[in-house]
């Protein structure tokens, strides 16, 4: 079992930045991809990035690519999302998950997630 905590999200001006974090119960991200989703009010959660840890490859929604960084940091068995320019439009809740499969943008290969944190971008 991995526990996921996500945490970073807030309100900011369009435009602007934020850096959300996932932190896991275990010891090691190591076997894992480990992704970010979202969900705005009223939409289907979407996939937004990921990391292969093994590897460091990164994949990203379009939507976000140049804007958005992932990374991670394997002492700290923490994922980041870097997020720069900020968009109303990248207003939802964030979620971490863990896959121990590399199919970035399946929701269901990722088997252990986070609660969730809010993102508001005003425009």
């Known amino acids: 079992q991995v526990q996921l905590v996500e945490s970073g999200g807030g309100l900011v001006q369009a435009g602007g930045s934020l850096r959300l974090s996932c932190a896991a119960s275990r010891r090691t991200f190591s076997g894992y991809a480990m992704g970010w989703f979202r969900q705005a009010p009223g939409k289907e959660r979407e996939f937004v990035a990921a990391i292969k840890w093994s590897s460091g490859s990164t994949y990203y929604v379009d939507s976000v690519k140049g804007r958005f960084t992932i990374s991670g940091d394997n002492a700290k068995v923490t994922v980041y999302l870097q997020m720069n320019s900020l968009k109303p439009e990248d207003t939802a809740v964030y979620y971490c998950?863990?896959?121990?499969?590399?199919?970035?943008?399946?929701?269901?290969?990722?088997?252990?997630w986070g609660q969730g944190t809010q993102v508001t971008v005003a425009s």
């Open positions: 998950a863990a896959a121990n499969t590399w199919v970035p943008k399946k929701e269901s290969q990722y088997q252990y």
